[in-house]
């Protein structure tokens, strides 16, 4: 089986308990853990900082920690996050003016590097600057908000996506984030991702440590 990553999305946790949230869905099997950053700028929502980021450090939460900026710019709040205890940190290209520089900040300050492409961004903004790519984030809904339905045209561009990996013997994990559910993991796996990021499917759900198992039980029929 392929190394295949759960990570659940805080912003459908109760943020009144988020340390709490957090630990429970690290119970649960969650091998990450997806902090949404939005401004109400870049997207219209706002939700949390470096200093949230660093709060759940101080918590206690060691797992990785995937910060996913929907911000307008980028430079400082990479910074901020990095040392607030990110693991890994990604934007949206369309969100920086010099992108290439964006990425090297990133891996610059520890943490692993990625961009973020909405449903209608093309993978022609990764040709230069796959050598400085840990992650690419595949957006399956709009980014602003959890609980949309995926949009399926995520499914080609993810395979188009795995196959420019392969061919070029890149060393580049694919995340999808948006709508993601235990009834359609396995065909995105299928399609190639391996980092799934759900909200509202896990936070939603009274049993985190049901809806995980079963998310990896459809995984495990996927090669
Ligand atoms: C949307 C966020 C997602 C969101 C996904 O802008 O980037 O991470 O939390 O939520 P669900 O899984 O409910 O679509
Ligand atoms: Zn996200």
Same mark, same amino acid.
């Given at each position: 089986m392929r190394d295949f990553l759960i990570l659940p999305s805080l912003? $459908? *946790?109760d943020f009144a308990r988020l340390g709490e949230e957090a630990e429970a869905v690290i119970d649960a099997g969650a091998d990450m853990l997806h902090l949404d950053v939005m401004d109400n %700028?870049?997207?219209p929502n706002l939700t949390v900082g470096p200093m949230v980021c660093e709060a759940l450090r101080h918590y206690g939460i060691k797992v990785p920690i995937d910060v996913h900026l929907m911000t307008k710019p980028v430079d400082r709040l990479i910074v901020d996050f990095a040392n607030a205890g990110a693991t890994n940190i990604t934007f949206h290209p &369309? *969100? $920086? &003016? %010099?992108v290439d520089r964006s990425l090297s900040l990133i891996r610059k300050h520890g943490c692993k590097a990625g961009l973020a492409l909405n449903p209608a961004t093309t993978l022609h903004c990764l040709e230069y600057v796959l050598d400085k790519i840990d992650l690419v984030l595949v957006m399956s809904v709009n980014p602003g908000f959890g609980g949309q339905s995926f949009i399926s045209s995520a499914l080609e561009k993810i395979s188009d996506l795995k196959e420019l990996i392969v061919s070029r013997n890149l060393d580049i994990r694919i995340a999808v984030d948006g709508g993601i559910k235990t009834e359609n993991i396995g065909q995105v796996a299928q399609a190639g991702a391996d980092m799934f990021i759900a909200g509202s499917a896990i936070f939603n759900h009274p049993d985190y440590a049901e809806v995980i198992a079963n998310m990896r039980k459809q995984l495990s029929d996927v090669r």
């Open positions: 912003l $459908s *946790a %700028h870049y997207v &369309e *969100a $920086s &003016e %010099h």
